[in-house]
């Protein structure tokens, strides 16, 4: 079964850290363009991060120097490790696969609209991320 799955979201305080996971089954996640995204009550999807093939990574500012990526290769799994969590992050977290570098960068400056979700070849099914004191 070809497939994404993301785990590892929950309740944080203000401050604190979380560790989100993006387990690849059916494909290699290194065979494609990851993108992590997340999506906030009443708001667009939003893309915070692409990891491609060659190991670039690209953060969008509101998380740059706080998420940082990993990946286990014998795993299939790739992580999302976030740090200095605000309310701000608050939001659904999913991962994306996809073929185009050139698209995921795209959104990290546009919103993902349900339009558009269908240009990923695989989603996840998303993890809750609430940092609330």
């Known amino acids: 079964q070809v497939q994404l799955e993301e785990s590892g979201g929950g309740l944080v305080q203000p401050g604190g850290s979380l560790r989100l996971s993006c387990a690849a089954s059916?494909?290699?996640?290194?065979?494609?363009?990851i993108g992590w995204f997340r999506q906030a009550p009443g708001k667009e999807r939003e893309g915070i991060s692409c990891?491609?093939?060659?190991?670039?990574?690209y953060f969008v500012d509101s998380v740059k120097g706080r998420f940082s990526i990993s990946r286990d290769n014998a795993k299939n799994t790739m992580y999302l490790q976030m740090s200095s969590l605000n309310p701000e992050d608050t939001a659904v977290y999913y991962c994306?696969?996809?073929?185009?570098?050139?698209?995921?960068?795209?959104?990290?400056?546009?919103?993902?609209?349900?339009?558009?979700?269908?240009?990923?070849?695989?989603w996840g099914q998303g993890t809750q991320v609430t940092v609330s004191s």
């Open positions: 994306a696969a996809t073929t185009s570098a050139l698209r995921c960068r795209l959104h990290l400056m546009v919103a993902v609209t349900n339009s558009r979700r269908g240009e990923y070849d695989y």
């Open positions: 990891v491609e093939g060659d190991g670039s990574v």
């Open positions: 059916g494909f290699a996640l290194n065979d494609y363009v």
